[in-house]
């Protein structure tokens, strides 16, 4: 008989179904720009349902990594296998189609669009009317619209932003932007999602509520989260495996425990504790 285990967001299943292959592979990944290494044999698997963080000093290469996986910049080497596809020669678009999503440090929404619009804007590979449909308002597109609508109202509830579906998103707080970026993120139906620097600029108790809803979007959707990260409290306590950068190499690989003990991350990034 076999052994039952539990699963975030899908409870407790036989271990025979569950699938141990890893969400994402990096192969000896690197690029140069005019001849400097800016990454360099970088290499990390990430699980399917994995919290893992990518941190380091400013100037490390971590968003390097995730413009090289998101196809931002192509590879001078390595190789990136998302879900054990090989993504070489794909577009940022493919990339995203295939199951990548992300925000970004400096945010990047649709300012003058309202908060629903930017999400629905997210889902435009899953509309499947045509164009004469769009044109002339014909039933199919009211149709797929109220999809849409129903899905954008689903993801936004999941941060208690429904009411503002209508507000124009360059009008929203500093957090509830960070917020509306991770929901359009989701909008794609990503396998894996990249978050860049999430916490900057939010105050403590923004900081808490955003590391309740990074777990509950790995445990809600069941897929994997990268994120970037210099609140290392946030960092600490959500991530189940880290890895460390520095001058674009890894530096450290492990659990917070194992990384907050390494004296090489110490001495690079978490820095000596003063001596009393």
Not at 140 to 160: I, Q, T
Not at 207 to 212: C, F, K, P, Q, S
Not at 245 to 252: D, P, Q, R, S, T
Request: proline share 5%; hydrophobic share 45%.
């Amino acid at each position: 008989m076999s052994k039952m285990v539990p699963v975030p967001g899908r409870g407790i299943v036989p271990e025979r179904d569950i699938d141990k292959s890893p969400i994402l592979e990096c192969i000896d990944l690197g690029i140069k720009f005019g001849g400097l290494a800016a990454v360099d044999n970088f290499n990390l698997t990430i699980g399917r349902t994995e919290i893992a963080g990518l941190i380091g000093p400013n100037g490390a290469g971590k968003t390097t990594v995730f413009n090289l996986l998101t196809k931002v910049y192509q590879p001078t080497r390595g190789t990136i296998l998302l879900d054990g596809m090989d993504t070489n020669n794909m577009t940022t678009a493919q990339v995203n189609r295939s199951g990548i999503a992300r925000t970004f440090q400096n945010i990047r929404l649709f300012t003058a669009l309202s908060v629903e619009d930017n999400v629905k804007v997210a889902m435009n590979n899953q509309m499947h009317y045509n164009m004469w449909s769009g044109v002339f308002r014909l039933p199919g597109y009211w149709k797929e619209e109220k999809v849409a609508h129903d899905r954008a109202m689903e993801l936004l509830s999941f941060f208690d932003m429904q009411d503002l579906a209508s507000a124009r998103a360059g009008s929203l707080p500093y957090g509830a932007q960070r917020r509306l970026e991770i929901v359009r993120a989701l909008a794609t139906n990503p396998s894996l999602l990249l978050l860049d620097e999430p916490a900057a600029g939010m105050n403590p108790s923004e900081t808490a509520d955003l590391m309740e809803h990074i777990r509950m979007i790995r445990d809600t959707f069941n897929i994997a989260i990268m994120l970037i990260e210099h609140d290392m409290s946030l960092v600490m306590n959500v991530c189940e495996g880290i890895c460390v950068l520095n001058f674009g190499h890894v530096i450290a690989k492990g659990t917070p425990a194992e990384i907050q003990a390494n004296p090489t991350v110490i001495e690079a990034y978490l820095g000596k504790k003063k001596e009393a």
